[in-house]
T-cell receptor
Framework: GQQVMQIPQYQHVQEGEDFTTYCNSS?????IQWYKQRPGGHPVFLIQ?????EVKKQKRLTFQFGEAKKNSSLHITATQTTDVGTYFC????????????FGTGTRLQVFP | NAGVTQTPKFQVLKTGQSMTLQCAQD?????MSWYRQDPGMGLRLIHY???????DQGEVPNGYNVSRSTTEDFPLRLLSAAPSQTSVYFC?????????????FGEGSWLTVV
């Protein structure tokens, strides 16, 4: 079955350092989505990428979708304590009708 | 506009009991799904639905039933609860527009089976 893995599983950084999480799918995806979940909260949608090689930015966050549409990355520049949480990628094989499978997640801890 | 509403928020069950987790959305979304999240783990898809009257299995469907009689509601039934079903359950709904699907999660239901 479809598997979506993320590395690293945990990352501890000093405030101001950069952070990157990588997402790899066993199958080609029609789109990739990223979510953030604060401790005790629910996942919150951040962004969706649909095109091969696509790059999108949201302030300090940069999202990339690989050329083969099987991997993606999220990079945070100059982390802040408000960035603490778990970041998940999620993907569908087929647009609109296929199930959305979540990655294993990367938990980010930021020390002031 | 309530978004995605899950009830109950917390529940303790005894092994073998049955219960239904309710999920309702008021956004007229066609796609709804249920996930479970175990401590320190990612979200695993239990069941999903692409519209009223249509349901399909996700990654971990065993021990759970669903139905989708209306667009708004997507209840998740545990027929005979087991300790392995202790988890946080999230319901989600989404819509598709111009190639983008936007997903909204409920706040979660914390279930403990003793």
């Amino acid at each position: 079955g479809q598997q979506v893995m993320q590395i690293p599983q945990y990352q501890h950084v000093q405030e101001g350092e950069d952070f990157t999480t990588y997402c790899n799918s066993s199958t080609t995806l029609s789109n990739i989505q990223w979510y953030k979940q604060r401790p005790g909260g629910h996942p919150v949608f951040l962004i969706q990428l649909v095109k091969s090689g696509e790059v999108k930015k949201q302030k300090r966050l940069t999202f990339q979708f690989g050329e083969a549409k099987k991997n993606s990355s999220l990079h945070i520049t100059a982390t802040q304590t408000t960035d603490v949480g778990t970041y998940f990628c999620a993907g569908r094989r087929s647009y609109n009708t296929d199930k959305l499978i979540f990655g294993t997640g990367t938990r980010l801890q930021v020390f002031p | 506009n309530a978004g995605v509403t899950q009830t109950p928020k917390f529940q303790v069950l005894k092994t073998g009991q049955s219960m239904t987790l309710q999920c309702a959305q008021d956004m007229n979304h066609e796609y709804m799904s249920w996930y479970r999240q175990d401590p320190g783990m990612g979200l695993r898809l239990i069941h999903y639905s692409v519209g009223a009257g249509i349901t399909d299995q996700g990654e971990v469907p065993n021990g759970y039933n669903v139905s989708r009689s209306t667009t708004e509601d997507f209840p998740l039934r545990l027929l005979s609860a087991a300790p392995s079903q202790t988890s946080v359950y999230f319901c989600a709904s989404s819509y598709f527009y111009r190639g983008i699907d936007t997903i909204y999660f409920g706040e979660g239901s914390w279930l403990t089976v003793v």
